[in-house]
């Protein structure tokens, strides 16, 4: 009983309210700039939608783990970015605007996306003959319904409410993003056998993919030619996937807590990368200043 409040209220009113509290950050402006710098923000999107998962499943491929862990740490490769990498971002102090236009629009593609490719990869680790489906058209409709409206919710607010959004965006998105972190330690604490006979396995794995995804992200972004601090955006975005979501997918959509172990795991742990690129950026920047000083 106490599994069924938490996976049919609580996971998607977190969800709910960290949307509103990331289209508070929004404008329509966000949206336009696919028309208006096209190369950074296809490349962004590019590097989301088809390279994370490609490593993701190499990742998986390679890596011995039980089905549901593997399935798990797809549907995290498979999710758009979060409010995290909005904040990363701005500490990396790197192009803010691009990524808040590459998570407000990878939000809203991944309605399409996401229940398409989830169903595609639990045939292959569960087996052709899984029970386990999304029913497509249903999960679409709730998806947008808990990702896509509240979104627009809160970009209302800020449009008609401003002086409101502005007083209640931060409180609102720190609360969100703690309770999302106490469901993390939850999840983990009730499937504690399973997460530490498999710590071996999904420990390393969920390090490649966040270490790697970040690396084809910046890689991908210099082959495009586009300016530092648009390469670290995009590796940031690449990087840090809306673990809330992935969450909700595994136990509210697919009712199966051993899921969400890897987004869990993921949630908890794709800081390290986010923080060993501003350390390396930070160490980059005074050798540039020395070097300056002494040419």
């Keep these: 009983m106490e599994e069924s409040i938490v996976s049919t209220f609580l996971i998607p009113g977190v969800l709910a309210a960290m949307m509103v509290g990331m289209g508070m950050t929004l404008q329509p402006l966000d949206f336009q700039r696919l028309y208006l710098y096209p190369k950074a923000v296809i490349t962004g999107l590019l590097a989301q939608v088809l390279l994370l998962p490609a490593l993701g499943f190499l990742i998986v491929s390679l890596v011995p783990m039980a089905p549901e862990l593997a399935v798990g740490l797809m549907i995290i490769a498979l999710c758009p970015g979060g409010v995290g990498s909005n904040l990363l971002t701005l500490l990396a102090r790197a192009d803010s605007a691009l990524s808040i236009t590459l998570t407000a629009i990878s939000n809203v593609l991944m309605v399409i996306t996401l229940p398409v490719f989830i169903n595609f990869f639990l045939r292959h680790f569960m087996g052709q003959g899984t029970d386990i489906q999304l029913p497509v058209l249903q999960t679409i409709l709730s998806t947008a319904l808990l990702t896509v409206l509240p979104i627009a919710v809160g970009m209302a607010l800020r449009r008609y409410a401003g002086d409101l959004s502005g007083r209640i965006e931060t409180g609102f998105r720190r609360l969100s993003v703690a309770v999302l972190v106490l469901l993390m330690l939850g999840i983990g604490w009730r499937n504690r056998e399973v997460f530490l006979n498999s710590l071996l396995d999904l420990g390393p794995a969920a390090l490649a993919l966040n270490l790697g995804s970040m690396a084809l992200g910046f890689a991908l972004a210099a082959l495009a030619r586009l300016e530092l601090s648009q390469r670290v955006t995009i590796a940031i975005e ?27 795991f993921y949630g908890g742990t794709m800081f390290i990368g986010g923080f060993l690129l501003i350390g390396l950026l930070k160490l980059k920047a005074p050798l540039a200043t020395t070097n300056a000083t002494t040419g």
């Design 238 to 264: 690449t990087g840090f996937q809306n673990a809330a979501l992935a969450i909700l997918v595994t136990t509210t959509f697919l009712h199966n807590p051993q899921m969400a172990l890897a987004p869990a």
